[in-house]
């Protein structure tokens, strides 16, 4: 193809994609607009559905005018060869090829972020708090921008030169071992995000002794889960939603529920939450996720190979030459198709492992404080009990509220 062809191939790609969201969102919107599912119609009481139908309509149009803007922005940068205005405006300042890229990459972060600023802070502090969701102050916010600007200087920074150094020495073969360092990389983060990266954005306090952390440990000893990372996050100082999750592995293991989780629901709900997630560890779901992401990675590396060291990608999108860093840009709207096919068995594999927690949690605790916590949380969230199914296979990482029910009473 000649650069041309390429360049009009990948605004075909980013327009499709766009349409295809879109078109998504709006056939989900008018299939949630019907009436509650009968197994359903306790769970809302009339007031409460009726905000949570305003707070998706909200959130769908929002999601439509910042996913407009975005497309059309990147749309005016390629057609006008905006990346490869920005690799030549850089190219006297930066002739190091591996500190350029590093520079053309945090350049175009700072100027995303510049960009998307107005809209996080209108969905946080518009949207968020009209629904009641949002307890983060200004003061929260500018930190944590301030915090993920340093994360990705130093965290970002490391890696990238690291995978630009591998890439530009090492040249096609470079995917196998781009792939044993991002698979370090993600062992690392697995095993130590909680203890290192999350308590920069949060308090971690061991779960207090006393009746909640008995009857846990009570459960624990009782299915064999040996049991002594159970952590509080608090999340209640940015957002009212409540949630829950494992990470780790080996002795690095962790269970973090949020205050809010444990303000808001009852200790037999609490401790079936909790056995929801050690179903997640007996199952070995984090282990196969780890296996499946690292194979999925291995095959983006390949593709990536064979197409980051054509020189007509560059020119596609306004280089005068072979450049390796527009190149990883081209290649990453390329490869959105592709993408999409594998997000969606990634979130059929999810939605299959959701099951099976669900199913250990009820066979080793109980089904009905299970049904309860999962259904509060629904009604906090505000979420959508009725969305599209196409939507759900494509979009949702976990079954709907009442796949999971129905699947809890059919065991």
């Given amino acids: 193809m000649s650069p041309d062809q390429l360049l009009y191939l990948i605004i075909g790609i980013v327009v499709l994609d766009y349409f295809f969201d879109q078109t998504l969102d709006f056939i989900n919107q008018k299939h949630s607009n019907g009436e509650i599912p009968e197994k359903l119609k306790g769970v809302y009481k009339e007031d409460e559905y009726v905000k949570s139908q305003a707070y998706q309509k909200v959130c769908s149009r929002f999601s439509f005018w910042t996913s407009a803007f975005s497309t059309i922005l990147i749309l005016v940068i390629l057609y006008f060869g905006g990346f490869g205005y920005l690799d030549k405006l850089l190219a006297p300042y930066v002739a190091d090829p591996i500190l350029r890229s590093l520079a053309f990459f945090g350049v175009l972060f700072v100027f995303s972020d510049i960009i998307n600023l107005p809209f996080t802070y209108y969905s946080t502090f518009v949207i968020e708090e009209r629904f009641g969701f949002n307890k983060m102050t200004i003061k929260t916010f500018v930190v944590d921008k301030l915090k993920g600007y340093l994360l990705a200087i130093i965290i970002g920074g490391l890696l990238g030169y690291a995978l630009m150094w591998i890439v530009i020495e090492l040249g096609q073969d470079f995917w196998m071992y ?49 049991l002594d990372n159970i952590f509080i996050i608090d999340g209640s100082k940015r957002s009212t939603k409540a949630n829950a999750f494992f990470s780790g592995l080996g002795k690095k293991k962790k269970i973090v529920l949020y205050d809010t989780l444990i303000n808001d629901h009852s200790q037999e709900e609490l401790v079936a939450v909790l056995a929801h997630e050690v179903g997640h560890f007996k199952k070995k779901h984090i282990v196969t996720g780890l296996i499946l992401s690292v194979f999925q990675m291995g095959i983006t590396f390949y593709v990536m190979s064979l197409l980051i060291f054509n020189s007509d990608l560059s020119t596609a999108l306004g280089a005068e030459e072979l450049s390796i860093h527009i190149n990883f840009i081209a290649f990453g709207m390329l490869y959105a198709p592709i993408s999409r096919v594998t997000g969606l068995f990634m979130n059929m594999l999810s939605r299959k492992n959701e099951y099976e927690a669900d199913a250990f949690a009820v066979n080793s605790y109980d089904a009905k404080p299970l049904m309860s916590a999962l259904k509060r949380l629904s009604v906090s969230s505000l979420s959508n009990l009725a969305p599209h199914p196409f939507y759900v296979k494509m979009n949702y990482s976990h079954p709907t509220l009442l796949q999971r029910l129905e699947a809890m009473e059919k065991l």
Avoid: C, H, Q, W
């Fill in 178 to 226: 781009a792939l044993i360092l991002i698979t370090g990389f993600t062992l690392f983060m697995n095993l130590f995000y909680t203890s290192l990266i999350l308590p920069i954005f949060n308090k971690l306090s061991p779960l207090e002794d006393g009746e909640l952390k008995d009857k846990i440990n009570a459960y624990a000893k009782r299915v064999d889960f040996p």
